[in-house]
C-alpha cells in the first residue's frame, strides 16, 4: 500500500519534532531525578504554598481582566458600526508588540510613591505621608495582573474577533427576531459559539503568564517561576527546581487538555458565511461614542500613554541612548525572529498534518510533546536547552577527534542554541493557531485531493496551504513578536558579542534605568508594528 | 388591515439604491412571493421588513404598527418577525428543541415545553428533539428551522429562498408540507425566490421584483395573462416577440395570420409586438416559411424543435403526431390565447 | 566520510575562528559599566574582548559546555558566585605576580582560585530630614522598635542582602539571625521590592525614614541628575563601626578550568587589578578599589574612612545557603 507507507513516513516525522522539541525537558526531568530533595522539601515546608497560590491567583486574574477588556473589543469591532471601527479594529493589536517589562517599569515609574501621579496628588491634597491617604500600591499582585493583562489581551481580543467574524451574523440575525437584544445575542449565541476560541485564547494566556519572569519580578510577586530560579539559581538545587517545574507543567497540561476538550465538540466545519462586510449593529448616538471612548481607552492605557512615555525618555536622554549599533541589533533581533517563525510555522504544519491523517489515538501525541515548553520560564527553558546540546557537542568533539576539524560548542555556542530555544518555547503558539485553522478545512477536501491522484505531500502543499494562508500569517505574526519581545533564553544562550535589541534594553532595565535604553525599547516596539501591519492587511483582504 | 404595507421604501448602499419607492401590501394568512433575478433587491427587502437593515425612505408597517420611518426604527427584536434564513441559521451548538425554544424565553418553562412538544409535532420531530442541527438531514434542517420561527408565533412570517439547498426530488414534497403548516399556522409570510417553479407551487400571490421595485403584483394566472410590462413577460418564461397590428378589441393581425386575444388587449396604440410563449406556438411545413429550425430533439411525449425567426431563437414543442420535415420550410401557426401586446416605445 | 565531513563542515560553518588575540568574558556586571575598561585594555595589549552578559545562568552555562567552553573569564558582582565557580571546580589557579603584589591577601582566594576586583559596603541611608547621620547604628539595630514602619530594602533574595544575612548568621548564630530578620520584616515600610536605587528614593519621597543599599549605587546617583534629588536627601552611614565593622561585598574574576586563551586571560586579570584599571572603577563606578594606595573617587572619598568587617569572605561564604533558607521561612518576601 503506497499510501500506508508514505503515511509512516509521515508519522516519522511528526514523532521526530514531537521528541526533539521536548529533550529539553526530558533531561531536565531526568536530570531532577538524580539529587535529593532535601530542598524541595524545605521549600514545601515553607513558602512553596504560598507560590503556588500566587500563580494561581495571577493566572486566573490575567485571564479574567482579558476577558473583561478583550471580548468586549472583539465584540464591537467585529459587529458594530461606530466611529473610528477601522482603526481601532488593528490598532487594538498593538499592545502585543509591547514589552510587558517595559509597560511594567513604566507604569510602576509613573503610580509608585514617588511617581508624577502621586506626588501631583500629595501637592494638591497637601498630604504629608503615605499615611495620610490611600493610593493603590502597583507592585503588587494585583498590579502584576493589570500588566500583564494589558499585554496579552490581543491574543483573545484577535481569536476572538476572528471567530465572531466566521460565524455566520445569519445566527445573530436570528436570534435578534427571537427578541433578543444583542447583549442577549451576544451571551446566548456569539459567546458559546465561540467557546473553542475563547478557551484556546486563554490557554495561551495562561501559559504566557506563566513563564513571565522580567515582570513578577520587578514586582516582587512570588510566584513558581521565582521559586524555580531560587531553588535552581540560589539554592543551586536542579532536582527542586526540576521539581517547581514539574508542577508548573502540570498546570500547563491542565490548560492544554481544557483546550482539547472545548475543541471536541468544535468539529463541525461551519460553513463560511457570504460577506461579513457591514456591520451588524448599526450604533448611534451615545452608545457609539460609548464605544469609541472604550476603544480609545483601552489603546491609551495599553499603548499610547507607555510608548510617549518611552518616546518621552528616548527625546530627553537622548544622546545618552543613542548608539550607532541600534541598526546590528535591530538586524540581529529581526534575523532570529524570522528563523524562529519560520521554523516553527514549519514544524507545527507538518506535526499537524500529520495529526490529521494519522490513524489512533497516538496520533495527536507529538503535538503535545513539542508544546510543553511553551510554559517554562526563560531561563530554566535555556539551561534546559543546553543539556542536551552540550551533550551533543561533546560527543561531536569525540567524533572528529581524529581529523583535524574541532567542532568544539558548535551547537550550544552558537545562534543555534538560541533558535532551537525559542522554537521549542514558542512552538506551542503556531501549533495552537495552526490547528485551529486546519478544524475548518473539510476533509472532504483532503479526500477529493486524492481521489484525484494526489499524494499526501501534494494534499499538503497544493489544497492545505493556500486555506491556511491566514492561518499561518497569523502563527507566523505571533511567534516573530514574541521572539523580538523574549528575553532570557537570548541573554544567556547567545554567543560572544550578540545582542538583540531586547537584551540591550535589559542591561539598563536590570539597573532600573530604561531611560537609557529608551531608543531600543521604541526600535523593539516599532519592529514588531510593521509584521502587525501586513498581517492585519491581509486579513481586511481576506474579509 | 393588511399584515403587511410597504410604503415607498427606499435603501440605498455604497450610495446604490438597492431598493427604489417600492410598494407592497400584503393581506392577512397570505403567502407573497418576491420573485426576481439575483440583485434585484428582493433579499434587502426583507431585511428590511426584518429591521436588519434601516432603509434611507419610507414606512414599513406591519399589522397596522409602524415600524419604520424617517423618524422610528424598531430593532429587530421587538419586532416580532419569524424568518427562516437560506441556510437555515440553527445555531450548532443547541439541540432541536432548544432551537425551538430559543424564541420562547416570554413563556413560562411549562408552557413553554408545550410549545416546542407542539411544534416538534406538527413539523414530525418528535424523536429527534435531543439531537443537534448538524445530526440531522437537509429536509430536517428545514423543518426545524420552520418549527423555530413559527413556535413563538410571529406576525409575520419571512423565508429567504428556504428550499435552494434541498434536492429536486425532495423539493415540491416539502414545499408543499410548509406551505401546508404556514397555512395550518394562520400567518402570513413572504417569500423569497428565484424560481417561478417554486413560487407557483408555495405563494397565494406573487411581486416580481425589477431593479429594486415590484414590476408587478398578482396571482399567477394574471401575470401570466396580462403581464404589465417585457420584464415580468420576460421573467416568467421564454418567448418570442413578433410584429403585430391590432385590428379591433379582440386580436392582432401579424405576418402568421391573425390572433384572437382571450383578454382584452392592455394596449391602445395600433402598431406594436406580441409576445408569444412556445405553447401558443405551433410549427408547420409551409413553402413561403421564413423559420428556420436549428435542432429537433424527442424528449420522451413529444419533439421539441429549436427554430430561428428574426434573430430570435425559441424551442418549441410539437406533440409526436405532429411531426413536421425539418428540410422543408417552416412557419409558425399562432393558437387562440391571452395575448400579451406591447407597444414600441414599452419596448425599447 | 568524517573527513569530508569534517571539511565540509569547516568551510561551511564559518565558525568564527577564534582568534589568537583575543579573550572571551562571561559576564555577570553590565557591559556599560566594564566595558570603558575592556576598551583601554585592547587598546593597551591588542588583545580583542568578547562579553556575553547576563544576570542569571552563566555559571550553569559555563558548568553544562565542560571544556568545550569559550569562556576564558568570568566576571561576578558579587562573592558568592566566586565562591561557586571554585566549589563546583570550575576555575583555575591565577599564578601572577603582579595580581599576588597588587591585592592583599584578604580579597583574593588563598588558593589562588579567584581575585576581587571592587568592594562595597552594605551601606545604612538615613533621611537627612527625619533621622540624621546615624553614627552608632549597627545592622542589628534594624530589628529594634525605633525603626517600626520605617525601613525599605530590595528583596531579600538579592545576593548583596543574602551575603549580609550570611555574615549576621557568622557573627550571630542562626537562631538570632532569624530573630533579627522576623524583626527587620516586621519593621518594613513596604514588601522588599525594586533596587538598591529605588530605596534611596523611597526615603526620599518620605516613604520609609532608613534603606539599606551598596555604596557604589549612591556614588552613581550623585552623578546622574534626575536621581541626584534623591541621593540629596539622604545621608550615607557605616554601620558597626563602633564594633566589627561594616559588611563588605566584592566582585570578581576567575580564569575558567578550560581557559582557551589562558595567557591572555592572565593579562586582563592582571590589567585590572592594576592601577589604571583599579583607577576607572574608583573615578566611573564610585567602587572602593581593592588595590591598596589607588585613590577613591573625591566623592567617595568626601564620605570618610570606615572600619571593614575583618572576617574573610570565605568564611561568610558557608552560611549564604543558610541565609536564602532563612529567607523562605520568615517569609521576608512575601
Given at each position: ?97 509591547m514589552p510587558t517589562y517595559i509597560i511594567a517599569y513604566i507604569y510602576t515609574d ?434 | ?348 | ?151 525599605c530594602m530590595r528583596s531579600g533574595k538579592h545576593p548583596y542582602n543574602l551575603g ?52 557604589y549605587y549612591f556614588g552613581k546617583m550623585l552623578q546622574d541628575s534626575k536621581q ?107
Amino acid at each position: 500500500m503506497q499510501a500506508s507507507s508514505s503515511l509512516s513516513k509521515w508519522q516519522v516525522f511528526a514523532w521526530l519534532i514531537g521528541m526533539c522539541l521536548s529533550a529539553p525537558l526530558a533531561f531536565l526531568i531526568f536530570e531532577s531525578l538524580q539529587g535529593d530533595s532535601e530542598v524541595f522539601t524545605h521549600l514545601w515546608n515553607t513558602v512553596l504554598w504560598d507560590y503556588t497560590s500566587n500563580t494561581l491567583l495571577l493566572i486566573l486574574g490575567v485571564i479574567s481582566l482579558s476577558c473583561v477588556i478583550a471580548l468586549p473589543l472583539g465584540w464591537l469591532t467585529a459587529y458594530c458600526q461606530f466611529p473610528g471601527r477601522k482603526v481601532f479594529e488593528w490598532a487594538l493589536m498593538l499592545p502585543l508588540a509591547m514589552p510587558t517589562y517595559i509597560i511594567a517599569y513604566i507604569y510602576t515609574d509613573l503610580l509608585d510613591y514617588a511617581g508624577p501621579v502621586q506626588v501631583t496628588l500629595r501637592e494638591w491634597f497637601g498630604w504629608q505621608s503615605p499615611n495620610d491617604y490611600w493610593f493603590f500600591d502597583i507592585r503588587t499582585l494585583p498590579g502584576a495582573i493589570v500588566m500583564i493583562a494589558l499585554v496579552l489581551y490581543p491574543y483573545l481580543y484577535l481569536i476572538f474577533k476572528t471567530a465572531l467574524r466566521e460565524q455566520s451574523f445569519k445566527l445573530v440575525q436570528a436570534s435578534q427576531l427571537m427578541g433578543m437584544s444583542p447583549l442577549q445575542s451576544f451571551f446566548k449565541v456569539s459567546l458559546p459559539l465561540a467557546r473553542g476560541a475563547i478557551v484556546a485564547a486563554l490557554a495561551l494566556i495562561s501559559m504566557e503568564t506563566m513563564a513571565d519572569f522580567a515582570t513578577v519580578h520587578y514586582f516582587a510577586v512570588s510566584t513558581l517561576t521565582t521559586a524555580v530560579y531560587d531553588t535552581w539559581l540560589g539554592y543551586y538545587s536542579l532536582t527542586a527546581a526540576a521539581k517547581i517545574s514539574g508542577i508548573m507543567l502540570l498546570f500547563l497540561f491542565v490548560s492544554l487538555m481544557l483546550e482539547r476538550l472545548s475543541r471536541k465538540n468544535d468539529t463541525i466545519h461551519e460553513r463560511q458565511s457570504s460577506v461579513n462586510d457591514t456591520a451588524l449593529y448599526r450604533l448611534q448616538g451615545k452608545s457609539a461614542w460609548g464605544a469609541t471612548a472604550y476603544c480609545v481607552a483601552v489603546l491609551m492605557i495599553a499603548f499610547v500613554l507607555p510608548v510617549s512615555i518611552l518616546a518621552g525618555y528616548a527625546i530627553d536622554y537622548f544622546d545618552e541612548a543613542w548608539n550607532s549599533q541600534f541598526f546590528l541589533y535591530a538586524w540581529q533581533s529581526l534575523k532570529v525572529s524570522l528563523w524562529v517563525s519560520a521554523i516553527a510555522i514549519l514544524l507545527s504544519v507538518l506535526v499537524v498534518f500529520y495529526q490529521r491523517i494519522g490513524e489512533g489515538k497516538r496520533k495527536s501525541v507529538p503535538g503535545r510533546f513539542a508544546s510543553t515548553g511553551y510554559a517554562l520560564p526563560g531561563t530554566v527553558l535555556a539551561i534546559a536547552v543546553l543539556l542536551p546540546l552540550t551533550l551533543l557537542d561533546t560527543k561531536l568533539n569525540e567524533w572528529f577527534a581524529e581529523t583535524s576539524f574541532e567542532p568544539g560548542l558548535l551547537l550550544s555556542g552558537s545562534i543555534f542554541a538560541m533558535i532551537l530555544a525559542y522554537v521549542v518555547r514558542f512552538y506551542a503558539i503556531a501549533h495552537g493557531a495552526v490547528e485551529a485553522s486546519y478544524v475548518r478545512i473539510s476533509p472532504s477536501l483532503d479526500m477529493a485531493s486524492q481521489s484525484m491522484g494526489k499524494g499526501f505531500f501534494q494534499t499538503l502543499t497544493l489544497v492545505h496551504f493556500p486555506l491556511l494562508r491566514r492561518g499561518i500569517l497569523t502563527a507566523a505574526l505571533l511567534v516573530f513578536i514574541e521572539c523580538m519581545k523574549e528575553l532570557p533564553a537570548a541573554l544567556l544562550l547567545r554567543p560572544f558579542n550578540f545582542e538583540t535589541l531586547a537584551t540591550h534594553v535589559f542591561q539598563y532595565v536590570s539597573d532600573e534605568q530604561l531611560e537609557l535604553a529608551s531608543v531600543s525599547a521604541l526600535f523593539i516596539v516599532l519592529v514588531g508594528l510593521i509584521p502587525l501591519y501586513f498581517v492585519n492587511r491581509s486579513m481586511e483582504q481576506h474579509n | 388591515m393588511s399584515s403587511l404595507l410597504l410604503q415607498n421604501l427606499s435603501y440605498k448602499y455604497d450610495g446604490q439604491s438597492v431598493i427604489k419607492n417600492l410598494n407592497l401590501t400584503v393581506e392577512p394568512n397570505e403567502i407573497v412571493c418576491l420573485l426576481g433575478a439575483s440583485g434585484c433587491g428582493k433579499t434587502t427587502t426583507l431585511k428590511a421588513i426584518a429591521g436588519l437593515i434601516q432603509p434611507q425612505h419610507g414606512k414599513v408597517v406591519i399589522n397596522g404598527q409602524c415600524m419604520s420611518d424617517e423618524s422610528l426604527f424598531v430593532a429587530p427584536q421587538h419586532r416580532n418577525i419569524g424568518m427562516m434564513f437560506q441556510d437555515y441559521a440553527l445555531f450548532p451548538h443547541l439541540t432541536v428543541a432548544q432551537n425551538i425554544a430559543f424564541g420562547l424565553n416570554k413563556l413560562d418553562k411549562s408552557e413553554r415545553e408545550k410549545r416546542v412538544d407542539e411544534m416538534l409535532e406538527l413539523v414530525h420531530l418528535t424523536n429527534f428533539r435531543g439531537r443537534y442541527p448538524h445530526e440531522l438531514s437537509g429536509g430536517q434542517q428545514q423543518r426545524v428551522a420552520i418549527a423555530r420561527a413559527l413556535a413563538y408565533r410571529p406576525n409575520l412570517l419571512l423565508l429567504d429562498e428556504p428550499f435552494s439547498n434541498i434536492d429536486a426530488q425532495v423539493r415540491y414534497q416539502l414545499i408543499n408540507d410548509i406551505r401546508a403548516i404556514i397555512k395550518d399556522q394562520q400567518v402570513s409570510a413572504i417569500f423569497v425566490s428565484h424560481s417561478k417553479d417554486e413560487a407557483f407551487a408555495f405563494s397565494d400571490k406573487l411581486a416580481i421584483m425589477h431593479e429594486g421595485q415590484i414590476a408587478q403584483l398578482g396571482c399567477a394566472k394574471t401575470l401570466f395573462q396580462q403581464p404589465k410590462n417585457k420584464v415580468v413577460a420576460e421573467f416568467l418564461g421564454q418567448g418570442i416577440y413578433l410584429d403585430a397590428t391590432r385590428y379591433n378589441g379582440a386580436g392582432v393581425t401579424t405576418d402568421f395570420g391573425d390572433v384572437s386575444s382571450m383578454v382584452p388587449l392592455s394596449q391602445s396604440q395600433q402598431q406594436g409586438k406580441i409576445f408569444v410563449r412556445p405553447q401558443h406556438l405551433e410549427l408547420v411545413n409551409d413553402p413561403s416559411g421564413q423559420v428556420s429550425v436549428e435542432q429537433q430533439r424527442f424528449v420522451g411525449t413529444e419533439y421539441v424543435y429549436r427554430v430561428r425567426f428574426a434573430e430570435q431563437l425559441i424551442e418549441v414543442p410539437a406533440p409526436a403526431d405532429k411531426v413536421i420535415d425539418a428540410n422543408l420550410p417552416v412557419s409558425f401557426k399562432i393558437k387562440t390565447h391571452a395575448v400579451n401586446f406591447f407597444s414600441e416605445q414599452e419596448l425599447n | 566520510m568524517k573527513k569530508a565531513l569534517a571539511i565540509v563542515f569547516t568551510s561551511l560553518t564559518c565558525l568564527p575562528a577564534l582568534a589568537a588575540d583575543e579573550v572571551n568574558i562571561y559576564s555577570f556586571r553590565q557591559p556599560f559599566l566594564i566595558q570603558p575598561i575592556l576598551d583601554d585594555f585592547t587598546k593597551q595589549t591588542g588583545i580583542k574582548t568578547n562579553v556575553v552578559f547576563a544576570k542569571k545562568g552563566l555559571i550553569e552555562r559555563v558548568k553544562r559546555e565542560g571544556k568545550h567552553s569559550r569562556a576564558d573569564l568570568v566576571l561576578t558582582s558579587n562573592f558568592s558566585a566566586l565562591m561557586q565557580l571554585d566549589d563546583l571546580n570550575l576555575t583555575q589557579k591565577i599564578e601572577s605576580d603582579v595580581v599576588t603584589r597588587n591585592i592583599p591577601v584578604a580579597f583574593r582566594d588563598p588558593a589562588g582560585e579567584w581575585v576581587a576586583l571592587t568592594k562595597r559596603v552594605r551601606n545604612v541611608y538615613s533621611s537627612k530630614e527625619r533621622v540624621g547621620k546615624l553614627a552608632d547604628l549597627g545592622y542589628e539595630d534594624l530589628a529594634s522598635a525605633t525603626y517600626k514602619g520605617k525601613i525599605c530594602m530590595r528583596s531579600g533574595k538579592h545576593p548583596y542582602n543574602l551575603g549580609l544575612i550570611a555574615s549576621m548568621i557568622a557573627h550571630h548564630g542562626e537562631a538570632d539571625t532569624k530573630q533579627w530578620l522576623e524583626g527587620v520584616k516586621s519593621n518594613l515600610a513596604r514588601k522588599p521590592q525594586g533596587n538598591d536605587r529605588a530605596q534611596v528614593k523611597a526615603v526620599k519621597e518620605g516613604l520609609c525614614d532608613v534603606a539599606l543599599g551598596n555604596s557604589y549605587y549612591f556614588g552613581k546617583m550623585l552623578q546622574d541628575s534626575k536621581q541626584k534629588t534623591w541621593a540629596d536627601a539622604v545621608h550615607i552611614n557605616f554601620p558597626n563601626q563602633t564594633n566589627r565593622g561594616a559588611h563588605l561585598n566584592v566582585s570578581g574574576v576567575v580564569m575558567t578550568k578550560y581557559a582557551k586563551n589562558p595567557e591572555n586571560a592572565l593579562k586582563l586579570i592582571e590589567f585590572m587589578t592594576d592601577n589604571k584599571a583599579q583607577n576607572m572603577y574608583a573615578s566611573m563606578n564610585m567602587e572602593y578599589p581593592v588595590k591598596p594606595g589607588v585613590a577613591l573617587s573625591n566623592l567617595v572619598a568626601s564620605w570618610g574612612t570606615f572600619k571593614e568587617d575583618a572576617l574573610p569572605l570565605s568564611e561568610i561564604s558557608k552560611y549564604r545557603p543558610l541565609a536564602l533558607k532563612l529567607i523562605d521561612e520568615v517569609k521576608f518576601d512575601l
